[in-house]
């Protein structure tokens, strides 16, 4: 128990970090969603396809384009910032377990 509350300040930076990468991959890819004739798969653009994807394609099964316009990656935004809040910030679980 005691390596665990060591590492504990270290696997709060990573966690918060990697949460906070997706949320900006995330928001490029709703502002890609303006641009749809930019193909995602060449240039560096694979830096933002690939890791959002994953997440996307079984969310479009369950929520369709309304519109026309994919919605997907605002609601992966949404739950990102809801799970950050709930565990890194001030009254977060690992924050809390942390000091």
Same mark, same amino acid.
């Given at each position: 128990m005691p390596l665990l509350m060591k590492? !504990?300040?270290i696997l709060h930076f990573l966690i918060g970090f990697l949460m906070g990468a997706l949320t900006l991959a995330f928001l490029l890819r709703i502002i890609l969603t303006w641009y749809p004739k930019i193909d995602l798969k060449s240039s560096f653009w694979p830096l933002i396809y690939l890791p959002t994807e994953p997440f !996307?394609?079984?969310?479009?099964k369950i929520v369709s384009p309304i519109g026309g316009v994919?919605?997907?990656?605002?609601?992966?935004?949404g739950?990102?910032?809801?799970?950050?809040e709930l565990i890194f910030s001030q009254q977060g679980l690992l924050t809390q377990l942390i000091f």
């Amino acid at each position: 128990m005691p390596l665990l509350m060591k590492s !504990l300040p270290i696997l709060h930076f990573l966690i918060g970090f990697l949460m906070g990468a997706l949320t900006l991959a995330f928001l490029l890819r709703i502002i890609l969603t303006w641009y749809p004739k930019i193909d995602l798969k060449s240039s560096f653009w694979p830096l933002i396809y690939l890791p959002t994807e994953p997440f !996307l394609v079984p969310t479009r099964k369950i929520v369709s384009p309304i519109g026309g316009v994919d919605i997907t990656p605002i609601i992966w935004v949404g739950l990102i910032s809801l799970f950050r809040e709930l565990i890194f910030s001030q009254q977060g679980l690992l924050t809390q377990l942390i000091f």
